[in-house]
């Protein structure tokens, strides 16, 4: 009959919807899934369907996960959120991150992110102990930066003493990535702030 047909239809699609979402889970770092918020699992739904459409970005991101997504305020009327992710998959995620961002951006409507997860190693007090370079907080700042405004390039950075003791961080991207990075300036200085404490300003190379 068509109720029996209606009801078996619904069942098929309830059960391919509840197989893909949970397919799409295994997008989220294992011990984060559990506490995964809507925004996340919207992230991970989004990067799952994407790799199921294209053998290609399927193969680049074997077996990745997100570790996170936060949202934060850039201003009143503009929101924007910070993708995290494992750090040994930065290579594969700088191949296919233009493509992914766009798709993620036009889904939920605001710029997104992608930061490698990172940790500042302390300075050890043992006798002989050096902390590796990549894991002090000048070189972790330094690459955070860099993941914040990828695609663009950073061509030189400079440190200015103000008068108050404090000191001022001007970055200059690469001019040829205007068109593409100054509409996204003020959510770069937000991010960088947000993750570091810092403040910094952004320029391009042509205004140096």
């Keep these: 009959s068509k109720a029996t047909v209606s009801v078996l239809n619904w069942t098929f699609c309830t059960s391919l919807l509840t197989h893909t979402m949970s397919a799409a889970i295994h997008k989220i770092r294992k011990s ?5 918020t809507k925004l996340e ?7 799952y369907d994407m790799c199921q459409k294209s053998n290609n970005l399927k193969a680049s991101l074997s077996g990745f996960s997100i570790n996170s997504v ?21 290579r594969k ?8 961002t766009q798709t993620l951006e036009k889904k939920l409507g605001k710029t997104v ?13 043992a006798p002989g102990v050096t902390v590796q370079r990549s894991r002090t907080m000048k070189a972790v ?17 400079r440190v200015r003493q103000l008068t108050d003791g404090s000191k001022h961080l ?23 702030n947000k993750l570091t404490g810092r403040g910094v300003k952004f320029g391009f190379m042509s205004d140096a």
Excluded: W
Excluded at 41 to 47: C, D, F, S, Y
């Design 32 to 36: 984060h899934r559990a506490q995964a």
């Design 70 to 90: 936060k949202e934060f305020e850039v201003s009143s009327s503009k929101q924007a959120c910070i993708v995290f992710y494992p750090l040994r998959f930065i």
């Design 170 to 192: 001007k970055v200059y991207l690469d001019a040829k990535d205007m068109d593409r990075s100054k509409g996204k300036v003020e959510t770069f200085e937000t991010a960088y």
């Design 41 to 47: 699992l919207t992230v991970a739904q989004t990067l």
């Design 113 to 125: 992110l992608f930061v490698a997860q990172r940790k500042v190693q302390g300075k050890s007090m």
């Design 93 to 100: 995620v700088k191949k296919v991150q233009k493509n992914i």
């Design 141 to 157: 700042h330094e690459a955070v930066l860099e993941d914040i405004v990828y695609p663009a390039e950073v061509c030189a950075r």
